[in-house]
């Protein structure tokens, strides 16, 4: 006659084991993956290049057809940037002398919201004086790179 | 009446079962720091948005020299034999994508130019010498399947 009473119990002792050693590697993992996960974060240099960019055309180059009829298509055009690759993750205002003229869409004022984090965009803002006329140029940026498999 | 027969087996295979989670445990936790350690996606992610950045403010005409010893460096420890991958350039998505692991990292610029004669230039051995990526920066071609 076999007595098996009390023999299972030590393996369930097992499956408790087992247990703490996934808490225990899940919270290694997650630390990590908080600590290293979040990447480069490149949007305040993104929108400052974006503006860059722009005030650099519009000192260079007559916009004054593509400010008078806010033609956007124009304007990629002229400055040389590619309007599909910005209109995924960046956006632009320029105004001459306070009037609007070209505007991508995009909300630039949650760029000054105090505690944002990485979810939210960032921002850069200048003003250039040209023959007289005070030209802001705001660049806003949320672009993210991509990870692919190959 | 208490059987102890087999009992001695029994603690056998438990503490045998422990031991095998314990190091199977220990084994998988080095190799998620390991490849931790080396930060491949973070290097990727600063690599791609660096170039991009480059590319950005640069001018056609212009030919451009790049740092990358410790991109290289990683790639290698991370089995990536051909060098030829670790940078490559798409033009007809205007694309960088760094490959330093088993999956790459890409990011756009809005640079409208194209890239060419891209090369990754090893080190020649004296001392220091670094790898450098080298490529030229030339306008736009009409042609959307040019690389």
């Given at each position: 006659?076999?007595?098996?009473?009390?023999s299972?119990?030590?393996?369930?002792?097992?499956?408790a084991?087992?247990?703490?050693l996934?808490?225990?590697f899940g919270?290694?993992?997650a630390g990590?993956?908080?600590?290293f996960g979040e990447g480069?974060?490149?949007r305040?240099?993104?929108?400052?290049?974006l503006?860059?960019l722009?005030?650099?055309c519009?000192?260079?180059?007559d916009?004054?057809?593509?400010f008078?009829e806010?033609s956007?298509?124009g304007?990629?055009e002229i400055?040389s940037?590619?309007?599909?690759?910005?209109a995924?993750g960046?956006?632009?205002?320029i105004?001459?002398n306070g009037e609007?003229?070209?505007?991508?869409g995009?909300d630039f004022?949650?760029?000054d919201?105090?505690?944002?984090?990485?979810?939210?965009?960032?921002c850069s803002?200048?003003?250039?004086?040209?023959?007289?006329?005070?030209i802001k140029?705001?660049?806003?940026?949320?672009?993210?790179s991509r990870?692919?498999?190959g | 009446m208490i059987n102890k027969r087999?009992?001695?087996?029994?603690i056998?295979?438990q503490n045998?079962?422990?031991i095998?989670?314990?190091?199977i445990f220990f084994?998988?936790i080095?190799?998620?720091l390991?490849?931790?350690s080396?930060?491949?996606f973070?290097?990727?992610?600063?690599?791609?948005?660096e170039?991009?950045?480059v590319?950005?403010?640069?001018?056609?005409?212009d030919e451009?020299?790049i740092?990358v010893?410790k991109?290289t460096?990683?790639a290698?420890?991370?089995?990536?034999?051909?060098?030829?991958?670790?940078f490559?350039?798409?033009n007809a998505?205007?694309?960088?994508?760094v490959k330093?692991?088993?999956r790459?990292?890409?990011?756009?610029?809005y640079?409208?130019?194209?890239v060419v004669?891209?090369e990754?230039?090893?080190?020649?051995?004296d001392?220091?010498d670094?790898?450098?990526?080298s490529f030229?920066?030339?306008?736009?071609?009409r042609?959307e399947?040019?690389?």
């Open positions: 006659m076999q007595n098996r009473r009390g299972s119990e030590n393996y369930v002792l097992i499956f084991f087992v247990f703490l996934v808490l225990i919270g290694i993992w990590t993956t908080v600590y480069y974060d490149f305040k240099v993104d929108a400052e290049v503006n860059y722009i005030r650099k519009i000192l260079e180059r916009l004054e057809m593509q008078k806010k956007i298509t304007f990629y400055c940037l590619n309007e599909e690759i910005i995924e960046n956006n632009f205002r105004s001459v609007e003229k070209i505007f991508t995009g004022e949650q760029c919201f105090k505690g944002r984090t990485s979810k939210f965009p960032e803002r200048h003003e250039i004086d040209l023959e007289g006329k005070m140029v705001e660049t806003l940026s949320m672009r993210e990870r692919v498999n | 087999g009992s001695g087996s029994d056998l295979w045998v079962a422990y095998v989670f314990t190091v084994a998988g080095l190799l998620f390991n490849q931790q080396n930060g491949a973070v290097w990727e992610d600063f690599y791609a948005k170039i991009s950045r590319i950005n403010l640069a001018e056609a005409g451009l020299q740092d010893q991109a460096g990683i290698l420890r991370n089995d990536v034999s051909d060098i030829r991958r670790v490559e350039f798409d998505k205007n694309e960088i994508c330093l692991s088993a790459k990292t890409c990011y756009n610029y640079n409208n130019v194209d004669d891209a990754v230039i090893l080190a020649s051995g001392k220091g670094v790898n450098i990526l030229k920066v030339v306008e736009k071609r042609d399947n040019a690389k």
